[in-house]
């Protein structure tokens, strides 16, 4: 991930000024948005957003980007925020255009990204009329927002863009939204850029406080059954290597949320892997057997828990976050650590190297042999004739290798997440808390921006792929040669499972009849891609050659796969993590396992 830059102000853009010049509150927008740093914005004009887009149209330092859909922007932005670690903007008019933006604003919010939304407004005057394309976006994105600002006078646009990048991208990150009046972005106003800002009320806390700290170490010290539970605020902070360094002093096991993967390398010998619903064995067995939960930048999401009453029983909480909100929400805590963690695990780390630890040997040894048993599987490459979609995802990352990928949601996402090869952080796009369908293309698209010197794969199912496959035309315009790979199964497969494990196999609407309605390969030549269709071994590893052999446009390689392979194992919904299943009716024997 690329370092933010660590202040907002971009370099060699003079911050004051003898006496203000009067511009528009569009000139004003433009000349913040330089003033901040932004240097490509996701789009579409429309006419309350209008007026911006005549200086936007003329700036040499922000690239605006036309997209095909107000959804593809705010992903797209996501994306961006993603690979880079900076804020992703998005722009849309009143009504329609801003009201698209939302499920992209939610996205980001329950992923804490960093990204700021830009909304036309109908004139001031007109507010609360009803008028033409009107719509309350402050109050629609009001539960999904870290905050929102309405301006409507030329002169506060300034003020109000510094202080949306400031909040969206310190504390816990997240979306801010900027709707503005036609008439402030029409108005001239005297431009003056403000200092320090000064926010009553906001003031997030980074130091965590050093008592808290020694009581975690304590805890430490005590147990006998430690796992280090990472979520993907670790990612946010940037804090792997000091993850890194405390699992390795402590040697204490290490498990990577969905949202976390790449935090902590796949391939050291701690890692047990992703926990929750669809997690690895070892990796559910380590925090419902675990005696302390070191919990860093997690949430204790209902997908991670199981059924709360029953998760983890015997171990107490270290609960280190960013945002004191989510400390104690779900489950109760013994040590609750307010702060940064990147901060949190260095405090900790210069505690714990001269520490004198307990054998974690054992307990490791332990959950290494249900990693060895359970989680180490071989999947042939067909099965009736088709594709294994486990086989291609896998074989896929052994291709690509350590490279950028995005997923989007559903049975592909939870095979991506597990067979990808995971060794750094900030390499993972994908939809976790709102697990929105349609994320992958506008994200893969965004993190090829953020990062155009890298090689960015899209795993997408033939169901999310048909909802913002358009922006594959923003791809194609732009020279962004991001790679999609379509898992077409013909259904909507994760919904599919569960019609055959909980609905007597009766599938109500999720059969896509996709395997040539759309054909994928034609459709995406028509938008200004390679299209090309792979349904056997040998044409999976000549489509995997090709596309990863071009780079001068985007590809789109569809893989035809049976439509019965399941994600494994699996905690069915509402149930404890105790009742994991790695295959139907099959559960792990834990009583042979001994500790």
């Known amino acids: 991930m690329r370092t933010p830059r660590p202040h ?60 095909r859909h107000e959804q593809g922007a705010a992903h797209a932005a996501e994306g961006y925020a993603m690979t880079t670690g900076r804020v992703g903007v998005c722009m849309a008019t009143s009504g329609p255009g801003a009201t698209n933006l939302v499920t992209g604003i939610a996205d980001a919010y329950m992923d804490s990204v960093p990204i700021v939304a830009i909304t036309g407004q109908v004139a001031s005057a007109s507010i609360g009329t009803d008028a033409f394309q009107e719509a309350d976006i402050r109050g629609i994105t009001f539960p999904v927002t870290k905050h929102s600002f309405l301006v409507t006078r030329a002169e506060d646009i300034p003020t109000a863009i510094k202080q949306a990048f400031h909040i969206a991208r310190t504390g816990r990150p997240g979306p801010v939204l900027v709707d503005i009046a036609k008439d402030a972005l029409a108005n001239e106003a005297p431009f003056e850029w403000p200092g320090d800002l000064d926010l009553p009320g906001y003031r997030p806390v980074l130091h965590p406080h050093i008592k808290q700290i020694r009581e975690a170490a304590r805890l430490i010290s005590e147990s006998r059954r430690p796992v280090l539970y990472v979520g993907g605020g670790v990612v946010k902070a940037q804090a792997s290597e000091q993850l890194t360094e405390l699992a390795h002093i402590a040697e204490i096991p290490v498990v990577t949320t969905l949202m976390a993967r790449g935090a902590f390398p796949d391939s050291d010998p701690l890692h047990m892997g992703m926990p929750g619903m669809h997690g690895r064995v070892a990796a559910v067995g380590a925090l419902q057997r675990s005696d302390l939960l070191i919990t860093l930048g997690a949430r204790f999401d209902d997908r991670v828990t199981g059924k709360l009453a029953t998760f983890a029983p015997n171990a107490k909480v270290i609960h280190a976050d960013v945002d004191p909100a ?141 909802m913002t496959n358009q922006e594959l035309v923003t791809c194609a315009l732009n020279d962004i040669p991001i790679k999609i790979a379509v898992i077409n199964n013909q259904s909507l497969g994760m919904v599919r499972q569960w019609q055959t494990l909980f609905y007597g196999e009766r599938y109500s609407n999720t059969n896509l ?76 024997d834990w009583e042979d396992e001994i500790l």
């Open 8 to 67: 907002e102000e971009r370099k060699g853009v003079e911050m004051a000024e003898q006496s203000p010049k009067t511009l528009t509150g569009a000139q004003a927008l433009v000349e913040s948005l330089e003033r901040v740093g932004v240097e490509v914005v996701f789009g579409i004009p429309g006419g309350a957003i209008l007026p911006a887009y005549d200086p936007l149209g003329q700036s040499k330092l922000v690239r605006h980007i036309l997209v």
């Open 326 to 466: 989510e400390i104690g929400k779900n489950r109760a805590v013994d040590v609750p650590i307010v702060g940064d963690v990147k901060e949190v695990l260095t405090e900790l780390i210069e505690i714990m190297r001269g520490a004198d630890l307990p054998d974690f040997g054992p307990w490791t040894t332990y959950l290494l042999s249900l990693r060895d048993k359970y989680d180490r599987i071989e999947y042939e490459p067909t099965k009736d004739g088709l594709l294994s979609p486990e086989w291609v995802i896998k074989r896929l990352g052994e291709v690509a290798g350590d490279c950028f990928y995005a997923s989007g949601v559903g049975q592909h996402q939870m095979w991506a997440a597990h067979l990808l090869p995971f060794e750094k952080p900030g390499r993972w796009l994908n939809s976790g808390g709102a697990g929105t369908m349609g994320y992958c293309v506008p994200a893969a698209m965004g993190g090829k921006v953020g990062r155009p010197e890298e090689v960015v794969w899209g795993i997408d199912g033939d169901g999310c792929f048909q």
């Open 513 to 588: 009849e996709s395997l040539r309605v759309p054909d994928f390969p034609k459709l995406a030549e028509a938008m200004g891609a390679v299209g090309l269709r792979a349904e056997t071994p040998e044409e999976v590893e000549d489509a995997l050659a090709q596309a990863m052999a071009i780079n001068d446009r985007p590809v789109v390689v569809e893989f035809v796969c049976h439509k019965d392979a399941m994600v494994w194992p699996m905690v069915a919904a509402g149930t404890s993590n105790d009742d994991i299943k790695i295959a139907k009716d099959m559960a792990p």
